[in-house]
């Protein structure tokens, strides 16, 4: 047990003016995807961090997409990763924001602004202003605090924390993922599963429909019963599945019978879903449903993509860990969580093995919209709960 007197001091060295000023070059440093790259976000990070005394190292991904991977602390003895995506979803209309987005002003109920405050560089310079702290506390490391500061989560992370487990780099004994939990601690995560439904008609003259089969027809039916698909079963973390028609495409002119429609969908799963084809059969039982009424319906359903839903034990070092300095340094114990979306958690928990929890400032139900908001309190308790989880886990 490290002591309390430790924690307290490395929680107590937090300093909030460094949690906002290294917040706010992170938010001034647009890394927008789609359509940018992380490149100056990472330059900000790895200066920080350098700062720091760490010798940071940008891992590219075969586009260029840049990781920063930064170890502070003797590489001997117990390691910790903290893992924070440096992408941002885009900005969008400039009307539909009340602030600039880039500037992180703090608006006049205490909430820091600015996309990305939330979700997540704010939890990102809650993190570096935490091992900021500990060193000005002289908290007496034993082990490595190693950065992942990754690129491209907010498009499944395949240029980010994947490149990392690729390249061997998630060996660490522990793991946390810093998305906005609003510093509850996530164990579970549901996956997605994206298939691509293609209904087939038959081409005739929009004055003589009867001569065709009219594919967006077929494509209606099918997606007015598509809740048929979800399984009955509920997670006890993260609820229930879902299923969303997101993208339709069909037809070719006002004039013709289209012969083809088709829709992208997206089935989110959850843990416990481990077989694209149970996920993918409810989907082909609809069409054989629809077809014993309408035998012209033709329908294919094919999986497009599948992304592992994750659950994480809630029996280790590192979830009691997070929940004692959440709880010291909020006063209320968090709750377990579990995540709708998907979040490169997934890595450390389903292909590296390592034992992870998902716990960071702000809220995600602001995340991905105008005004992103964080509470600088909430901001401040995030730096000073991950200080006590670096100095419980390296001391
Ligand atoms: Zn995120």
Known sequence: MVEEAVLNAAAVAVDPDEVLAYTRALIAAKSENPGG?????????????????????IVRSEAGRPSVVASLGPETGPSLAWNGHLDVVPAGSLDTWRHDP??????????????????????????LAAASALRRAGTPLT????????????????????????RGLLTQDAAIVGEPSELQVGLAERGGAWFTATAFGKAAHGSQPHRGVNAITSMARFL??????????????VG?????????????????????CEVDIDRRTVPG?????????????LVGSLRAEHPEVEIEVRLREWTDAAEASPDTGIARIAVGAVGAVTGSRPEM?????????????????VPTVICGPGSLSVAHTADKRMPVDELVAGARAYARMFAASLT
């Open 224 to 237: 007015l019963r598509l809740s048929e698909v979800l399984p009955d079963i509920e997670h006890p973390l």
């Open 102 to 127: 880039w500037a992180g002003e703090i608006d006049d109920d205490g909430h820091l602004v600015g996309r990305g405050a939330a979700d997540m560089k704010g939890p990102i310079g809650a993190a």
């Open 143 to 166: 082990g490595s605090l190693v950065f992942h500061l990754a690129a491209d989560e907010e498009l499944a992370g395949v240029h980010g924390t994947k490149v990392l487990w690729e």
């Open 273 to 285: 879903e481990t077989d694209p084809d149970a996920v993918r059969a409810p989907f082909l039982t």
């Open 337 to 353: 969580v579990g995540f709708t979306g998907i979040t490169d958690a997934r890595f450390y928990i389903n292909q590296a093995n």
């Open 240 to 260: 229930r599945p879902t299923v969303n028609a997101a993208l339709i495409a069909g037809g070719s002119a006002p004039n013709v019978v289209p012969d083809r």
């Open 37 to 57: 790259t992380e490149d100056q976000a990472a330059v900000v990070a790895s200066d920080i961090l350098s700062g720091l005394d760490a010798t940071p190292e």
